[in-house]
């Protein structure tokens, strides 16, 4: 009778709803001791240009694997999180472009594009398996774009690198020798397998042969991947047995697949269709622009397509765990889940009201954050691309969707898996 019951009780909750995303999603396999050796790697400042910033710094687990910032400090940064703060004696050259995105459930096979722009995918029609910023130029050995999406930091002179001039790591980069013999990736696996704790712990995964910059990408896939799969929140074990949701959430739920058409775009059991969408989202720092580039813009998925159709479009995030994610947006412009939901139900209305005291952002005196939203027709073309059309929900219901976000907490996998080591081979600082 009870597996006769439970049907009908999911069924008349959700009457009111879209189809809800019942299958359980599919998750690569992951070699431990592979995992283990990525952890170390992952909070290991030896991967940057300066010594002095890791992976870690930007995708904490204090700070539910992002950083707390809606644009981060890599070099030329001093501190975690929101007191991270300008290194007086190197002070960084900009913000980081982008709001730096949490790393749940990447190790889901659905996932395979990466980045905002989604410019690092999967595809077998490649030589390498990858589609990269690099092209023909992308060294072999990577596992997947997972793997080869941990290492492009590396390469940025904002998050990494470090500036043009101050470091081999930097040298090389401005030079264009990326993977060369002597280009970023063989120096940094240069420095790797240079320490004995390494070097002994890559025995153990790819036996005596050297180490190749791709081993480092790979074990740095495989302990993301192993370290924070978040798949056991209220939603997910209400999808899996009916355990009851609370009763805002529930109606939260209903409103998110249902009247208000979120699961439209947050599709699937991690809320994302993998998709580019032009929502009219604003514009504060740096833009997405190379160094010659005099503009603070930031196009999206034009920039990598080149197609007029994609501009200002950008990557559906995944929400599991968006409650504890904030700043929202890809520049990380809305502090609160109230404040991006109702961005969504007016975008363009709301980038032209625009509240900026709610950006979090450390000072930085050579920045000029408000530059696009200070230029009507940076602004006007933002707004013209936007794809969704404006709705109205009351303030009851924006509170049941806050309510459905929260439900999309895995508690336990906020810590992850393996944790915060007390050490990395290296002796460098590890950041808490």
Same mark, same amino acid.
């Given at each position: 009778?009870?597996?006769?019951?439970?049907?009908?009780?999911?069924?008349?909750?959700?009457?009111?709803?879209?189809?809800?995303?019942?299958?359980?999603?599919?998750?690569?396999?992951?070699?431990?001791?592979?995992?283990?050796?990525? =952890?170390?790697?992952?909070?290991?400042?030896?991967?940057? !240009?300066?010594?002095?910033?890791?992976?870690?710094?930007?995708?904490?687990?204090?700070?539910?694997?992002?950083?707390?910032?809606? +644009?981060?400090?890599?070099?030329?940064?001093?501190?975690?999180?929101?007191?991270?703060?300008? /290194?007086?004696?190197? +002070?960084?050259?900009?913000?980081?472009?982008?709001?730096?995105? @949490?790393?749940?459930?990447?190790?889901?096979?659905?996932?395979?594009?990466?980045?905002?722009?989604?410019?690092?995918?999967?595809?077998? %029609?490649?030589?390498?398996?990858? *589609?990269?910023?690099?092209?023909?130029?992308?060294?072999?050995?990577?596992?997947?774009?997972?793997?080869?999406?941990?290492?492009?930091?590396?390469?940025?002179?904002?998050?990494?690198?470090?500036?043009?001039?101050?470091?081999?790591? @930097?040298?090389? #980069?401005?030079?264009?020798?990326?993977?060369?013999?002597?280009?970023?990736?063989?120096?940094?696996?240069?420095?790797?397998?240079?320490?004995?704790?390494? *070097?002994? @712990?890559?025995? &153990?995964?790819?036996?005596?042969?050297?180490?190749?910059?791709?081993?480092?990408?790979?074990?740095?896939?495989?302990?993301?991947?192993?370290?924070?799969?978040?798949?056991?929140?209220?939603?997910?074990?209400?999808?899996?047995? !009916?355990?009851?949701?609370?009763?805002?959430?529930?109606?939260?739920?209903?409103?998110?697949?249902?009247?208000?058409?979120?699961?439209?775009?947050?599709? &699937?059991?991690?809320?994302?269709?993998?998709?580019?969408?032009?929502?009219?989202?604003? =514009?504060?720092?740096?833009?997405?622009?190379?160094?010659?580039?005099?503009? /603070?813009?930031? #196009?999206?998925?034009?920039?990598? %397509?080149?197609?007029?159709?994609? @501009?200002?479009?950008?990557?559906?995030?995944?929400?599991? /765990?968006?409650?504890?994610?904030?700043?929202?947006?890809?520049?990380?412009?809305?502090?609160?889940?109230?404040?991006?939901?109702?961005?969504?139900?007016?975008?363009?209305?709301?980038?032209? &009201?625009?509240?900026?005291?709610?950006?979090?952002?450390?000072?930085?005196?050579? =920045?000029?954050? +408000?530059?696009?939203?200070?230029?009507?027709?940076?602004? =006007?073309?933002?707004?013209?691309?936007?794809?969704?059309?404006?709705?109205?929900?009351?303030?009851?219901?924006?509170?049941?969707?806050?309510?459905?976000?929260?439900?999309?907490?895995?508690?336990?996998?906020?810590?992850?898996?393996?944790?915060?080591?007390?050490?990395?081979?290296?002796?460098?600082?590890?950041?808490?």
């Amino acid at each position: 009778m009870k597996r006769l019951i439970l049907p009908l009780l999911l069924a008349a909750s959700t009457a009111a709803a879209g189809p809800l995303p019942r299958e359980e999603p599919l998750f690569r396999p992951v070699d431990p001791a592979e995992a283990a050796l990525g =952890q170390l790697l992952f909070y290991d400042p030896i991967l940057s !240009g300066n010594r002095e910033v890791a992976c870690a710094t930007c995708h904490h687990p204090r700070f539910a694997t992002s950083d707390g910032l809606s +644009l981060g400090l890599g070099d030329g940064g001093t501190g975690l999180g929101p007191d991270r703060k300008p /290194n007086p004696a190197n +002070l960084p050259e900009q913000r980081i472009p982008r709001n730096s995105p @949490a790393l749940f459930n990447l190790g889901a096979a659905e996932f395979t594009h990466f980045f905002a722009d989604g410019r690092l995918e999967d595809d077998l %029609t490649r030589p390498h398996g990858i *589609r990269t910023p690099l092209g023909e130029d992308m060294a072999e050995g990577f596992d997947n774009a997972l793997s080869a999406q941990a290492m492009f930091p590396v390469l940025s002179p904002d998050e990494m690198a470090g500036h043009y001039t101050e470091n081999d790591v @930097a040298k090389a #980069v401005r030079l264009g020798f990326i993977t060369t013999e002597g280009g970023a990736w063989s120096i940094l696996a240069a420095r790797v397998e240079a320490i004995p704790e390494y *070097r002994a @712990a890559f025995d &153990g995964v790819i036996g005596p042969r050297p180490i190749a910059f791709a081993d480092i990408a790979n074990a740095m896939g495989a302990f993301i991947a192993l370290e924070w799969r978040a798949d056991d929140s209220p939603f997910d074990r209400y999808l899996r047995d !009916g355990t009851p949701l609370e009763a805002a959430a529930e109606r939260g739920m209903r409103l998110f697949y249902g009247k208000a058409g979120c699961g439209s775009c947050h599709a &699937g059991r991690f809320q994302t269709d993998h998709g580019f969408h032009a929502i009219a989202m604003p =514009q504060i720092g740096p833009g997405k622009a190379a160094r010659f580039e005099g503009h /603070n813009r930031d #196009v999206g998925r034009m920039r990598v %397509t080149g197609d007029a159709k994609d @501009a200002y479009a950008f990557r559906t995030p995944p929400l599991r /765990n968006v409650a504890r994610t904030a700043p929202y947006g890809h520049s990380g412009a809305y502090a609160t889940l109230e404040g991006v939901i109702r961005h969504h139900l007016g975008p363009v209305a709301a980038l032209a &009201g625009y509240d900026a005291g709610q950006r979090v952002l450390p000072e930085l005196a050579v =920045q000029s954050d +408000l530059a696009i939203l200070s230029a009507p027709a940076e602004v =006007q073309a933002i707004a013209a691309a936007n794809s969704l059309a404006p709705q109205s929900l009351g303030d009851g219901e924006i509170a049941d969707l806050v309510a459905f976000l929260n439900a999309l907490t895995d508690s336990a996998s906020l810590p992850g898996r393996l944790g915060v080591p007390e050490a990395v081979p290296s002796g460098l600082p590890v950041a808490r």
